[in-house]
Structures are given as C-alpha cells and as structure tokens.
C-alpha cells in the first residue's frame, strides 16, 4: 500500500481532509475484512494504517520560522531546525511504509525536491505514492491563521465568534504561524505538477468541496491504491541485482574473461609473433559446453601487453552498456570471450 503525501498552503485545511482520509480509509479497511472473514476461513491479515503529521511527532510551527526576528542569520542560512523536522518525518515514515501499511502523511510537504525523496522511498519498497493537494485561496487560509492568533492573544482557544467559518473547517487546537513566518511559507510552496512522477498520480480538493465530492475524491484515492487497476511499482532497474549464474555480475564477468584471453594470449604466442592462438571457449568447464575452440590471428610482430590491454580497455568501455540487458542473456561467458576474440582480429587486421 502506498504513501499518501498531503500538501497545501499553511492553515489551508489540510489537518482536516487528512483526518477525514483517514477516517474513510479506515471504514474502507474495516469493511474489507469484514468482507474477506465471512468469505475466507483464514483471511489474510488487514492492512494497516498510519497517519503521520507534525503534531503526531510534537513539532512545533516554530521550526519552520526563518523570520529576522525569530532567528540570527547565521541560523536562518543553514535552516537547521527545518531539516531536523523533515528527518523526524522522514525516519517516521520509513519506519512502518511496507506494501502493507497506508500511511498518510500529513504537512507542508511544500518542497518539491521533499516530495520526490519521499517518492524514492515509496518506491524502493516497492510501493507507490501519490499526492493529495488541499486547494484554498490564499487571502482564505491567511484569515484563518489570524483568527488564530486573535483567539491566542484573548487566550480564548475554541471560543470566540470570530472566524466561524474558520472554525468549522478547522481544528482549533492548531498552532497558528507567526505571520512572518506564515508568508514565508506561502512564498516557498511549491505548486505539485501532476506531470512530474513523483507529483502524480494527483488529487486535488478545494475549500467548497462539501462531504459527496470529498467521499467522490477519496473513492478516487482508494481505486488508485488499491483497487483491481493499480498501478505496479517497479524497482528501479539500477537496484535489480544481476542474474550471478556465470558466478559474477555483467561488469565482473566481462573483466574477468577480457583478462583470461589477454593473458592466454601473452603465454601462447611465438617469439617471432605471428600465426595463430586457440583459446578456449570458456574459462572454466563446469560453466557450459567447451564447443571449438576460438583462434585469435595474431599479426606479424609479437603483440605486447600494453597494445594487447589498450584493445581491452577499448572493447570494455563498448560493452559497458549492456548491463541488464535481454541480449546478455544469463551472462553467458561464451558469448563475451567469442565477441572479444572478433574484435581482437579485426583491430588485428585493421593494424596489419
């Protein structure tokens, strides 16, 4: 299951449409095994949920106040105190994403370069991530950071008959941003971009939406994630290992071969040079079937080492590019010692 990764402007109601995700998916989750005990005499285990935020973690606003007033230079440039809330967040995350939890991230999340790194991860464990965007106006959201701050000053927290509207769409138990810091923020968002993968797929609510197209957008999430047509994560290809049946990946088999011929050819020339050297098929024979023997044409002068290794070099660096490709095949030695021992004769021929 996958990282549901909130994002939106500060104070823009994303505290409550997390909640509210979280909520649904629970009932969803509930139903789903209600579902499968009636149906299957040992039904798997359910998935599990998470959700996770700054105030789950205790992470004050503060942290994210790069104001003059609220810190020197000096501090504001290195932004340590942001960085330590990320990697809060971050470990918290990478402690319980499993393809069977749902965990539901909910914060700023206001960087872009934050959310790919979150993507990474998703995917690393193979499990795929998504991006729910809180729309709100700004002059909105800022209204309801000062009413906020009002209600904090009066020290009447929950009361007052200021912002109701506010009120109803918000916890008022949440911390306001100092308006400094709060524009701020606003002036670092960055807006996701559903063509960007690790930006998609991408939902979108707004301030109006009332409770039919929010449960309309959260069926959305959920086909997304979990339904029959979810998209498969595939690991990334740089981080498969390698089929190790010669007994060594692409680029150590190919090293390892270009050597054996290099030196089996120093050892089997004539003095005089010239002629021709056979050389086995493969290396070792418990790897395959000997087959004929391979000949290398030498020139007519005794080839040295360093034109023989300056040719090796040329035909690895060729070659590099194969690596996990469906040409290789099992890494089949044969095949590289053959195609070395064809481009040894035609740089042969070429000097000659």
Not at 62 to 76: G, I, K, N, Q
Not at 301 to 312: F, H, N
Request: hydrophobic share 35%; glycine share 10%.
């Amino acid at each position: 299951m996958p990282l549901i990764i909130v994002t939106g402007l500060p104070t823009s109601g994303k505290t409550t449409r997390a909640a509210q995700l979280h909520a649904y998916f629970a009932s969803r989750l509930q139903s789903q095994a209600q579902s499968q005990s009636t149906s299957l005499s040992n039904p798997p285990p359910p998935y599990r949920l998470h959700l996770i935020s700054d105030a789950t973690l205790s992470i004050s606003r503060a942290v994210y106040d790069l104001s003059p007033a609220a810190l020197p230079a000096h501090v504001r440039s290195a932004n340590a105190s942001e960085k330590d809330a990320r990697a809060a967040l971050y470990a918290a995350v990478k402690r319980v994403l499993s393809p069977r939890d749902i965990v539901i991230l909910d914060g700023l999340n206001y960087i872009k370069g934050w959310r790919y790194q979150l993507f990474c991860e998703a995917k690393n464990v193979g499990t795929g991530c998504c991006v729910l965007q809180v729309g709100c106006g700004v002059e909105r959201a800022k209204g309801v950071n000062e009413a906020r701050l009002r209600r904090r000053e009066k020290g009447r927290e929950g009361q007052g008959g200021e912002g109701k509207e506010e009120e109803a769409r918000e916890d008022d138990r949440e911390e306001p941003y100092e308006p400094a810091n709060w524009e701020n923020l606003v002036f670092r968002y960055e807006e996701p971009n559903p063509m960007t993968r690790w930006d998609s797929p991408l939902f979108t609510l707004i301030w109006e939406d009332d409770e039919t197209q929010t449960r309309a957008v959260f069926d959305k999430i959920w086909d997304a994630i979990a339904g029959d047509g979810r998209k498969v994560v595939k690991p990334n290809q740089s981080t498969v290992q390698r089929d190790k049946d010669p007994g060594g990946d692409y680029l150590y088999v190919l090293e390892r071969e270009t050597q054996d011929i290099v030196k089996r050819i120093l050892e089997r020339q004539s003095d005089e040079g010239g002629g021709e050297v056979s050389l086995p098929r493969v290396n070792n024979p418990g790897e395959g079937e000997r087959g004929e023997d391979l000949v290398v044409e030498l020139p007519g002068k005794k080839v040295g080492l360093p034109q023989l290794q300056r040719y090796r070099r040329a035909f690895v660096a060729l070659n590099r590019g194969g690596i996990g490709l469906e040409a290789v095949g099992k890494l089949a030695a044969g095949r590289l010692r053959e195609s070395f021992v064809g481009y040894l004769n035609d740089a042969f021929e070429k000097d000659g």
